[in-house]
């Protein structure tokens, strides 16, 4: 047991961990070659109430926090980044936008089925013209008659077009500021829907149990009511969302590092060379050595910023370290691990081939490394 986690907190992570070996293992390998989503394992984390893990009772949730979240993600990633991001998204990025920033009439509408897991809500920041640039969007929404119209497109958008996809939150040119910029609003925009599209999903390097599309509105027509969160404060709230989406990313990440740990000291056991387990020799010793303390130092981060994130203290610089050094880290890890595999390393038979194509998305996705630091920098006023 990890003494920094409460009895409940190990309870959770030991569940999960139980469940990822018991549930994801055995499918993870044949939905990556067959890039499928994996319904069966969405819906045994459904049946959990993992996707309700931070969320109010009142709310069909579970009563957990922030954290209890993270802690699921890690456990999912040792075994199955795909599975890990699908619920990464469904929470930090369906179903908390409307948490914290929907009026009780939208929460009551949608957070019941999303915390349940019986449908996936999706975050449409991102545009084919840019993704770090997010106050860049050109996606327009205009006031028509009591009903926002909604044109443009959103590039890689995450649980977008599964079978169980309701709901996509859009950000949105609405107008002007008085000071003449873009106003961007974010409005809720329930799917299947007249004149919405996603486009077939991407042919992805990793991550390809996940589901990602394009998406395509052309003139998308949903009350007024769907306004989510003040008009003009849309690009600001999903910049916070995305500060907390940092601490789930890094989570996710030190799960990754921390399964290919776990294949490499299971194979250094096992593989022999020279008449002895690979494990007798000093450099693969010391790689997994290595691999082991980054992904503690990493863990540590995502932790630190959680904690600060729960007591109400400013976390945007820790989450962005966090994300910052355990993506990096995660990739490290999963180079080595190919390394001390040998051939069979470069084997999509073997985990740790799918470790290695899943960790490069970590650097890239909710943010760039780049943006990490331009954030840690602003945040430390240099910039
Ligand atoms: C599998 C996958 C799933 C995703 N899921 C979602 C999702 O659910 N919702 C969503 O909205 N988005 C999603 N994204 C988008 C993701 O967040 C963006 O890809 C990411 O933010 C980078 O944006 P970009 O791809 O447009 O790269 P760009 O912004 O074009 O950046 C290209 C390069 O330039 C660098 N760069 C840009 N600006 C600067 C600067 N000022 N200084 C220094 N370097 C800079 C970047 O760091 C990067 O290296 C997903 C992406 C992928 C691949």
């Known amino acids: 047991m990890d003494s920094a986690l409460t009895f409940e907190q190990e309870t959770l992570r030991k569940t999960v961990e139980d469940f990822a070996r018991q549930v994801v293992a055995p499918v993870a390998a044949k939905h990556d070659a067959e890039h499928s989503f994996p319904y069966e394992v969405v819906a045994g984390m459904a049946e959990m109430g993992l996707f309700g893990l931070p969320f109010p009772e009142s709310y069909g949730g579970m009563g957990g926090d922030y954290f209890a979240l993270c802690l699921a993600l890690e456990e999912l990633a040792r075994v199955d980044s795909s599975v890990a991001i699908t619920l990464e998204a469904g929470v930090s990025l369906g179903a908390m936008p409307v948490f914290r920033f929907g009026t009780e009439a939208q929460k009551e509408e949608w957070l019941p089925r999303l915390t349940a897991g019986r449908a996936l809500g999706a975050f449409g920041l991102t545009e084919p013209g840019g993704g770090s640039d997010a106050g860049a969007t050109r996606t327009t929404g205009r006031l028509e008659g009591g009903s926002w119209v909604i044109d443009g497109s959103k590039a890689f958008i995450t649980n977008s077009g599964t079978d169980i996809t309701e709901l996509v939150t859009v950000t949105a040119v609405t107008g002007q500021t008085s000071a003449g910029r873009k106003e961007i609003s974010s409005i809720l925009v329930p799917v299947p829907a007249a004149g919405f599209t996603a486009a077939p999903p991407y042919d992805k390097v990793g991550w390809n149990a996940s589901d990602t599309h394009e998406l395509h509105f052309d003139g998308v027509t949903v009350p007024e009511e769907n306004l989510l969160g003040e008009r003009g404060r849309g690009y600001a709230n999903f910049l916070a969302i995305l500060d907390e989406g940092r601490i789930a990313i890094s989570a996710l990440a030190v799960g990754l590092a921390q399964g290919c740990v776990d294949e490499c000291v299971r194979y250094a056991a096992e593989r022999e060379a020279f008449g002895r387990n690979i494990g007798a020799y000093q450099a693969i010793q010391f790689t997994i050595a290595e691999m082991e303390a980054r992904t503690h130092v990493a863990r540590c981060a995502y932790y630190e910023a959680a904690s600060r994130m729960l007591s109400g203290r400013p976390f945007k610089r820790q989450a962005a370290i966090a994300k910052l050094y355990s ?36 650097e890239i996705g909710e943010g760039t490394s780049e943006v990490q630091k331009m954030l840690i920098a602003r945040d430390l006023g240099v910039a």
């Open 327 to 362: 993506s990096e880290i995660a990739v490290t890890n999963a180079r080595a691990a190919t390394q001390v595999f040998g051939g069979y390393g470069f084997m999509n038979d073997f985990p740790v081939a799918r470790f290695w194509r899943d960790s490069k998305i970590l």
